[in-house]
C-alpha cells in the first residue's frame, strides 16, 4: 500500500481558495501567520477586511457589525466597528455609591449591583425557612422541597448548611470533616503507648502507623485512655466501626493482654476521664 503525501495549502488538490462558511454564518479566510488568525491559521474575514479600513489592527473589545445584516457580505461601506461597551457609568438605585453599566453585556438595562435590590424577596425567608426542615424532618425528597420552593438544588445545599440540617444516605449534602485522632492524643499520651506495645498493632502485631478506638466514635467511644491502643493501616481499615468481639469472631484472632487491660481501664474510667499527664 502506497501512502500520498499531499502538500498543503494552494498546493494541495482539494484547495478551495482558502475561504470557508463558519457555522455561525460568517465567512472564514486562510491567512496564516496573521496576529488575528486562530490555531488553524484562519481569520473572519469581516475583521480583516474592517481592520484594514480603519488602518490598525482591531481591538478585542470592539466587534464589527454588518450594515445590511448579510453576514457575508464583507464590503468595507456595509461594515462598523462598534465598540464592546455596555454603556455609560450610572451609580447603583439602592443609594450605595457604587457605578455600574447601563447595560449588560446582553443589552438589558441595569438599575442595581448584583444582590443590592432589596425590593427582590428571597425564596426562602424565615417562614421558608421554618417549613423547609419541616420537610427534610418529615422524609420528603430534595427533589419536592426544590420543586415547593422553585429553586435549585444548589440554592437547597447552601440554604441546608447554613440551617445545619442532618445528612441524609443518598443526598449531595457533604459530610462533617473527619477528625484526625492523632492530634486529639497528646505526645507524652502517644509516646507512652506505643511505648506500651513496644511500637506494635495491639491487634495483629505489625508495626503500627497510627491509634484506633475499641469502642467506635460511631457507636459511643470518645479519645479517651482505654479507649485508644495503636494500630496498624491494615487493622483499622479491617475493623472500622465493628464492635471489638464481632470483629475479632470474623478474624478469628486472639486480642492481646494490653488490648484486655485497656479495656479493663475503660471500665474503671467510663469513657470520660481525658489525658492526664502523670505528676
Known amino acids: ?5 499531499f502538500s498543503k495549502g494552494s498546493l494541495h488538490p482539494h ?13 472564514l479566510v486562510k491567512v496564516p501567520n496573521h496576529p488575528m488568525a486562530d490555531v488553524r491559521g484562519y481569520a473572519y474575514e469581516h475583521r480583516l477586511v474592517a481592520s484594514r479600513k480603519a488602518g490598525r489592527p482591531l481591538l478585542r473589545a470592539e466587534i464589527v457589525r454588518h450594515i445590511n445584516g448579510n453576514k457575508v457580505d464583507n464590503r468595507p461601506e456595509n461594515l462598523r466597528i462598534v465598540r464592546r461597551t455596555s454603556g455609560a457609568l450610572r451609580e447603583c438605585a439602592c443609594g450605595c455609591g457604587r457605578k455600574i453599566t447601563e447595560r449588560d453585556g446582553t443589552g438589558r ?18 417562614s421558608g425557612e421554618a417549613e423547609l426542615i419541616a420537610m427534610w424532618e418529615r422524609g420528603d425528597s430534595v427533589q419536592s422541597i426544590t420543586q415547593r ?5 444548589v440554592t437547597f445545599y447552601k440554604v441546608a448548611h447554613r440551617l445545619s440540617l442532618p445528612r441524609r444516605h443518598g443526598t449531595g449534602m457533604r459530610r462533617p470533616p473527619k477528625v484526625n485522632t492523632a492530634r486529639l492524643i497528646p505526645r507524652w499520651a502517644a509516646r507512652e503507648l506505643m511505648e506500651d506495645f513496644d511500637g506494635l498493632c495491639a491487634y495483629c502485631g505489625e508495626m503500627a502507623t497510627g491509634f484506633d478506638h475499641i469502642v467506635p466514635v460511631s457507636r459511643g467511644g470518645t479519645t479517651m485512655p482505654g479507649n485508644i491502643v495503636p494500630c496498624c493501616k491494615r487493622c483499622n481499615s479491617s475493623k472500622g466501626t465493628k464492635w471489638l468481639e464481632d470483629w475479632v469472631a470474623l478474624k478469628n484472632i486472639e486480642i492481646s ?4 487491660d485497656a479495656i479493663a481501664l475503660s471500665f474503671e474510667t467510663g469513657y470520660t476521664q481525658p489525658f492526664k499527664e502523670a505528676s
Open 109 to 126: 438595562p441595569r438599575r442595581f449591583v448584583s444582590g443590592h435590590n432589596k425590593s427582590i424577596p428571597s425564596k426562602i425567608g424565615p
Open 257 to 260: 493482654d494490653g488490648v484486655l
Open 1 to 5: 500500500m502506497v501512502k500520498v503525501l
Open 149 to 153: 420552593f422553585g429553586v435549585s438544588k
Open 15 to 27: 484547495w478551495k481558495g482558502g475561504r470557508s462558511l463558519a457555522s455561525n454564518g460568517y465567512i
